[in-house]
């Protein structure tokens, strides 16, 4: 099997909303857009296929990926 294409997973938490324009009472209150939180990969036995494609295909693979969230949300206020 191919490896994956998938090569991390970053994550922000924002107290308002997150697109433009942001607002002044918008900001993250947790996470980044630097560190990688992925863990691993792995294949789901499921292929994507388009509709021009060959049902035989099998080189777009469904892959799922997991990541570690080591926080302790408790004191986290989105209100």
Known sequence: MNASTL???YMRMWKGRPEAP???ESNVVW???TTNSM???YFTNILRNSLSGSITDTTRKIM???ANVNHDFTNV???
């Open 7 to 9: 090569t991390g997973v």
């Open 22 to 24: 942001i607002t002044p």
């Open 31 to 33: 996470g980044d857009l």
């Open 39 to 41: 863990n691993n990969t």
């Open 64 to 66: 799922a990926i997991i």
């Open 77 to 79: 206020s989105l209100s």
